[in-house]
């Protein structure tokens, strides 16, 4: 190993860009959402990028992780995932039974590092990432359009203007919100974010986004927020609308009583959500399909074994977002491009966002995809000037953790939040 691969520097830089108000089980989106961009410098002076989350707890993470990867070798990704899990749990987790659980700190924190070493090896190569994956089997990744009901603007100043897209409350608003997602950027298939309303109000709106777009497929996700009983007594309207429904219910023995009886598959970020989950997901039936996320499953290679098991036990596989920039974007199209089985067009909050700190502003979804971004390693490069603006949102800010229960109690002083809601 040569040894211009070896890491000399790695810088962690938090920031914050503009977040609109968008509705979930939860609460409320606040107007600004936390990222951390990671920066790997190899001692040849190769930079690889990663984007996380910016909690304070993934920060200190990151940051404590960091120094400590300093001198070892871009390639040495089972010394690296040793080393973080010895400082993040003080135990080398290698010694551990498989099917390991509790990794999700590890994963987290390898993941945001992962992606910056591949990128790192690319350059170095002078290829694009996805061929250290063993290559591109598509050459434009599928994403859906996100929908979101929303407030037209924020509590309080926010310190910038409201958004374009508007109120999304009443079906005809859900229904604009998707026209100008699918004109805008052609997607093929729509998501909407549930467990706002009551469901009957939440499947009037599949409904009416089904007459206007008879050929798109539909997804729901409550994230959690409905009961059993609620989503056995919704069931039958939701046959035959959707592709697949997505985490009515929060817990993976209520997800196994609720396939009992679907028609549909069942779709999960929140229950299977490490690769310990799986035995219990696969006797349960619980779910039919997963969404993977490299940030938390633990980087773009863990993304394949997944799809790779999901192949073995007949999972659909696609993939699940929270609000990004471009870099983890370029992540998942990299990685999403080598998936034989991605089964559905991926999640991307991507639409939402208007900030950016890649060069060249923002990257563009055209019918209904991403092509992979050209050049070598993750196809995108920093923009200095838009790095330090966004860390500056950061400081200033406030925010530390994301809250949108906090926030929600600003517009709707009673509301209380808790899963299920209905
Ligand atoms: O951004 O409000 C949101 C979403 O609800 C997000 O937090 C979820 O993690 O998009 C995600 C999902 O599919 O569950
Ligand atoms: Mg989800």
């Known amino acids: 190993m040569g040894g211009s691969l070896r890491i000399a520097e790695v810088r962690v830089t938090p920031i914050a860009f503009r977040d609109p108000p968008l509705l979930n089980v939860a609460g409320v989106h606040e107007p600004w959402a936390l990222r951390s961009i990671i920066e790997v410098v190899s001692e040849a002076g190769i930079l690889g990028l990663g984007e996380s989350y910016g909690d304070a707890v993934t920060l200190a993470d990151l940051t404590a992780v960091g120094p400590a990867l300093v001198g070892m070798s871009v390639h040495d990704f089972n010394g690296i995932r040793r080393r973080i899990s010895e400082i993040l749990h003080g135990r080398d987790e290698a010694a551990a039974m498989f099917p390991a659980s509790g990794t999700r700190r590890v994963n987290v924190a390898f993941g945001a590092f992962e992606v910056a070493l591949l990128d790192v090896q690319a350059r170095a190569a002078g290829v694009p990432l996805h061929v250290l994956l063993g290559g591109a089997i ?107 429904l997505e985490d009515p219910t929060g817990t993976l023995e209520e997800m196994g ?60 596989i696609s993939m699940h977002s929270n609000s990004h920039l471009g870099i983890s974007l370029a992540a998942m199209t990299q990685v999403g491009a080598t998936l034989p089985n991605l089964a559905y067009a991926a999640d991307s909050h991507y639409p939402w966002q208007v900030d950016e700190v890649i060069e060249g502003g923002k990257l563009r979804f055209e019918g209904g995809a991403l092509a992979i971004p050209p050049g070598p390693g993750l196809g995108v490069t920093l923009d200095r000037g838009a790095l330090a603006a966004l860390h500056a949102n950061f400081l200033a800010c406030g925010i530390r953790r994301r809250d949108d229960g906090q926030e929600m109690r600003k517009h709707q002083p009673e509301w209380q939040g808790g899963r299920p809601r209905f």
Do not use: C
């Open 257 to 316: 009583a609720v396939a009992q009886q679907a028609t549909m598959p069942l779709a999960t970020n929140m229950v299977t959500v490490e690769f310990g989950h799986i035995p219990k997901s696969l006797a349960l039936n619980a779910v039919q399909v997963i969404l993977s996320d490299h940030h938390y499953w633990g980087g773009l290679r863990a993304t394949q074994h997944l799809a790779h098991l999901g192949r073995v036990f007949g999972l659909g």
């Open 138 to 244: 598509r050459d434009r990744v599928p994403y859906s359009a996100y929908l979101f009901y929303k407030f037209a603007r924020h509590h309080g100043d926010p310190g910038y203007p409201a958004d374009d897209w508007g109120e999304g409350v009443s079906h005809a608003q859900m229904v604009d919100q998707t026209r100008r997602m699918v004109d805008r950027f052609g997607f093929g298939s729509i998501k909407l974010k549930g467990g706002v309303f009551e469901p009957d109000y939440e499947i009037e709106t599949l409904r009416a986004l089904r007459a206007a777009f008879p050929d798109h497929p539909l997804r729901i996700d409550p994230n959690g927020g409905w009961s059993v009983a609620t989503t056995l007594r919704v069931l039958p309207q939701l046959d035959g609308l959707l592709e697949y």
